[in-house]
């Protein structure tokens, strides 16, 4: 049976509790983080601790655990379930308090929780044959950079592209692709410039986004970080997505437009197989 972390124990999954009056239950005051694991080995650690701890910032929400703790436990976990490749949910609650709008005191102890899930990452059917996207109105709250608990717009717009069909929606404001529901999106324009949104409160500041990027200016590939539109991103060359779990996941087919001849193309297959050696060489 499956081991997960509860506030310093580990056990097995169906022993794990959580108060009733847990803060992340109630309001979703909780941020996370999602670690992918390859070769039994944790991929960006020290970015996603950082994120994490800016998350935590910004939301004045006090923790205690430090780094090295943070990193003993996810290693732990990883060894408990004999995970070789997948990834380790971490999520952080403001801790348990009777129900009120205004923050508990600052010394209620977080809830902390860790467990792990088995996926095929490197060798990824989707990656192989590329995923379809269509495009969803951007509802969202107005700091989509913290990495909240809050999802359930995103589960909705998942949801409604899997019922039309596709396998993942673009959020779209003011006509304008932000990113997707758990991703960051990219277009490749016709000259082979590859362009995702610029970093502000509208996005996440995706960890995997960073690597990725930093790989195509290593290959000597030119990037823009601007806005880029609907109609842009239909008439590009190519198209992906990026994310812990889904690393460079090309994107072939936009609403109802086929890009290219429909396979991934060059650019999201070569940072692909680039990022999957760096990260291999890289993982702690």
């Known amino acids: 049976m499956r081991q997960v972390y509860v506030n310093g124990e580990f056990l097995a999954e169906d022993m794990a509790k959580v108060s009733v009056f847990d803060r992340g239950f109630l309001f979703a005051d909780a941020v996370y983080e999602v670690t992918s694991v390859v ?3 944790l991929i960006d650690f020290d970015g996603h601790i950082q994120r994490l701890r800016r998350s935590l910032a910004e939301l004045k929400m006090p923790f205690t655990l430090t780094d090295a703790e943070m990193l003993a436990a996810h290693r732990r976990i990883v060894e408990l379930n004999d995970l070789t490749e997948g990834v380790i949910y971490l999520q952080v609650t403001r801790g348990a308090a009777d129900r009120d709008f205004a923050f508990p005191p600052r010394d209620t102890p977080n809830t902390v929780v860790l467990f792990t899930q088995v996926k095929n990452l490197v060798d990824n059917p989707a990656a192989r044959n ?9 509802i969202r709250w107005g700091r989509c950079d913290i990495k909240t608990v809050q999802l359930l717009y995103p589960s909705l717009a998942k949801s409604e592209a899997i019922g039309r069909g596709a396998d993942d929606a673009w959020l779209v404001r003011d006509g304008e692709v932000t990113e997707g529901s758990s991703n960051n999106a990219y277009i490749v324009t016709k000259d082979g410039t590859i362009v995702t949104r610029p970093l502000s409160n509208s996005i996440l500041h995706g960890i995997t986004r960073v ?3 930093d790989v195509a200016k290593s290959l000597q590939m030119k990037v823009e970080e601007r806005t880029f539109t609907v109609e842009e991103a239909e008439n590009a060359r190519e198209a992906f997505a990026s994310s812990a779990g889904g690393f460079v996941a090309p994107v072939v087919k936009i609403n109802d437009t086929v890009l290219g ?24």
Do not use: F, K, M, N
Request: negative net charge; charged residues 30%.
């Open 211 to 213: 690597a990725v990027l």
């Open 261 to 284: 001849d429909g396979t991934p193309g060059p650019v999201s297959q070569r940072l692909r197989d680039h990022y999957i050696q760096r990260v291999r060489e890289s993982a702690i």
């Open 130 to 138: 590329g995923q379809s996207v269509v495009t969803i109105d951007d």
């Open 39 to 41: 070769d039994g080995r």
